[in-house]
Every structure is written in C-alpha cells, then in structure tokens.
C-alpha cells in the first residue's frame, strides 16, 4: 500500500488548512487508517484515525471539536480538515494505514508497521 500526503501549509492561528491522503496498491478490505504528527522534541501521537469497518473515529482529546476526519471510498482519499488551528498544532503530519485492532481505530504508532506516507509540514503562526 502506498499513501501520498498532501495539504500542509503555514496557516495563521484560528485559520484552517485540510490534509488529504490518498491510497493506492493492494489495501485491504477493512483497515485502520489515519493521522499522526510530530512536533520537534515530541513523540509522534495519534490524531484522529477511521476504522473502515464500522467508520469509527478517533480523535486525540486536544483536537476534538476542531478536527474533523472523513473518507472518500470512490477516491481512496481521507481527509483531515483542520479549524481553529492552534501554534501547538504545529508539526509533521502522517497518514497510515494498518489492519484492524480489536479495540482500535488507529494504526500502530511505530512506523515499522503497516504503511506510512511521507510527512507533510503544518505551521501555524502569526
């Protein structure tokens, strides 16, 4: 599976930027799929992940009601479209994919497992 990262940007603080992440390859049919930053200095967190059986979402309690996580089936593509963004939201975005967890919506966290896309940069600052 091969995932393309796309829509980071420099944005000013309470301004919006949507991350998109577009799949390809040999998915399966149900998977956990998401977002993941890494701010300088930080350990990499989940963000905000879909599993695809159910569509199920996760969001990390510091984004809840600002980040909203979506699906394009036809298009392979999720979105992540990011308001009222933050300086502290400031990082290297990740998609992933990875198979079901029971109890999960997300991939795992370490990189070594499932399939990454490279990072995408968001800045927020005045």
């Known amino acids: 599976v091969q995932l393309q990262a796309s829509g980071g940007g420099l944005v000013q603080p309470g301004g919006s930027l949507r991350l998109a992440c577009a799949t390809s390859?040999?998915?399966?049919?149900?998977?956990?799929i998401g977002w993941f930053r890494q701010a300088p200095g930080k350990e990499r967190e989940e963000v905000s992940c879909?599993?695809?059986?159910?569509?199920?979402?996760y969001y990390t309690d510091s984004v809840k009601g600002r980040f909203t996580i979506s699906r394009d089936k036809s298009s392979n593509t999720v979105f992540l479209q990011m308001n009222s963004l933050k300086p502290e939201d400031t990082a290297v975005y990740y998609c992933?994919?990875?198979?079901?967890?029971?109890?999960?919506?997300?991939?795992?966290?370490?990189?070594?497992?499932?399939?990454w896309g490279q990072g995408t940069q968001v800045t927020v600052s005045s």
């Open positions: 390859g040999d998915t399966r049919d149900y998977y956990a």
């Open positions: 992933a994919e990875d198979r079901l967890r029971v109890g999960s919506q997300c991939p795992r966290r370490n990189p070594l497992f499932g399939s």
């Open positions: 879909i599993n695809t059986r159910d569509n199920s979402t």
